[in-house]
């Protein structure tokens, strides 16, 4: 049997099917709405793979997803679909309400709508992964312990809110239908293929241009880093062993302030990409306007996903961010083409 992805053409979405097609046997339904942050770019390797069926669709397209499952009856269900940047959705809320609750609630009805119809065997073995973040537990001070999974949810922005609600959803689907449901709430990801707009990406590509390496407030908002690669592995073991119900925490123990991983990036840019004037990249950096409700630390305990299921990452912050560096030198042109309209168009042609 096949599983199925939502939001597969994304940052992590794409890293996941990309390392599933290369680590697990069977095939992927991409379902992605192509989004701004929704590239087919990342999936080019695989577009002549057989075993990757890609389809444009919204996950809140009821018809569609009772199609798709007809037709591939999937084993699994993992959602990566969501918007996710912070700053966007303190800008405009409403398409993070649309696509993280109405989309999340109206895929749990066409999931489980199949799920009633399987047969006993298939419908034991049947899983609903759902991806989340750590920000739906709020912030911590300095001395606070890490984010466990019996934590409260404290959302401190309209994103974290909209992916909070998703998670009471998915949540009271297994509760109340007996859906068999997983969650994983993972700290911040890095790594290839990562919408320029978030800051290691952006960073390395203001960098490489000369542009200003923008700082939020004092720089000193702390989160764990999770290399995408590791986040992926360890959805894997969620899928294959998680008990249903569970929810099951993902974290890099890399806790670093925001200016200790910009400064790090220019220190590996001045290394491999040093500035023709021999200057540091540190020059460019500047203080700018701190965000409004801006959560000053973030960090997760995994000790659950690694007792329970024996997961840990093998990446260190300073292996995966020069891995990730790395990458960027090397793909110069996919940072240019995510942002190039026309480009995105042609890609979507090409690959229909």
């Known amino acids: 049997m096949s599983i199925f992805i939502t939001g597969g053409a994304g940052f992590i979405g794409s890293n996941f099917v990309l390392d599933w097609l290369e680590q697990c046997n069977g095939t ?18 695989a577009k002549n793979n057989k075993q990757h069926i890609f389809v444009k669709g919204d996950i809140a397209d009821s018809a569609l997803l009772c199609k798709l499952f007809t037709e ?46 399987l047969e006993k065997m298939a419908k034991d073995h049947f899983r609903f992964l759902h991806v989340s973040t750590d920000e739906v537990y709020g912030a911590l001070v300095a001395d606070d312990p890490a984010f466990q999974e019996t934590d ?8 974290s809110a909209s992916k909070a609600a998703s998670d009471h959803l998915v949540r009271a689907y297994h509760h109340t239908y007996g859906l068999p449901v997983l969650t994983s709430n993972c700290s911040n990801n890095y790594g290839p293929y990562q919408f320029p707009e978030k800051l290691i990406p952006l960073v390395i590509n203001h960098a490489l241009t000369g542009k200003p390496l923008p700082i939020y407030g004092n720089g000193l908002q702390i989160r764990d880093w999770l290399y995408v690669k590791d986040h992926c592995s360890a959805i894997r073991r ?11 925490n993902v974290g890099g123990y890399n806790e670093k302030t925001n200016l200790e991983v910009v400064r790090t990036l220019c220190t590996i840019l001045d290394e491999l990409r040093p500035r023709a004037d021999e200057k540091s990249y540190q020059a460019q950096i500047v203080y700018v306007n701190d965000r409004p409700g801006h959560d000053r630390r973030y960090a997760i305990n995994a000790t659950k996903i690694k007792n329970e299921l024996g997961w840990e990452p093998t990446e260190t912050f300073d292996s995966g961010i020069r891995k990730t560096v ?11 083409n995510t942002t190039n309209d026309h480009y995105q168009h042609w890609l979507e042609k090409q690959y229909s």
Do not use: C
């Not at 992927?28 to 390797?45: E, F, H, P, Q, R």
């Not at 409260?152 to 994103?159: L, V």
């Not at 899928?239 to 119900?245: N, V």
């Open 238 to 248: 969620v899928l294959e062993r998680g008990k249903p119900g569970e929810t099951y």
């Open 72 to 117: 591939y009856r999937p084993r699994a269900v993992i959602n990566f679909a969501a918007e996710s940047h912070v700053d966007r959705s303190i800008l405009d809320p409403k398409i993070f309400i649309q696509t993280n609750i109405v989309g999340t609630f109206q895929l749990l009805q066409s999931v489980q709508a199949y799920w009633n119809n």
């Open 28 to 45: 992927v339904i991409n379902l992605d709405k192509l989004t701004y942050a929704g590239n087919l770019d990342n999936l080019m390797s």
């Open 326 to 336: 790395e990458w960027y030198l090397a793909n110069s042109n996919w940072v240019s």
């Open 152 to 159: 409260s949810y404290k959302p401190n922005s309209p994103y």
